[in-house]
């Protein structure tokens, strides 16, 4: 479970290094276009829990 924990604090500490800059690099084709890869990436991301968590109520069942 330690493992688990290392990863998620490692992906987030990355995505707080890498977002700002990320999202500055996207500005400069402009605003639309920022919002459209945002737009992307949150749909792939709903995508990815629906497939991972197919019964709501047993997630919600299980404990740490």
Excluded: H
Excluded at 4 to 32: C, D, E, K
Excluded at 40 to 55: E, K, L, N, P, Y
């Amino acid at each position: 479970q330690g493992m688990y924990m290392g990863f998620y604090v490692m992906t987030f500490g990355i995505g707080f290094t890498l977002a700002p800059w990320g999202g500055t690099q996207l500005l400069n084709f402009g605003g639309v276009i920022c919002w459209f890869v945002v737009f992307v990436v949150g749909m792939i991301s709903a995508i990815m829990m629906a497939m991972f968590v197919r019964d709501p109520v047993a997630a919600e069942k299980v404990s740490i």
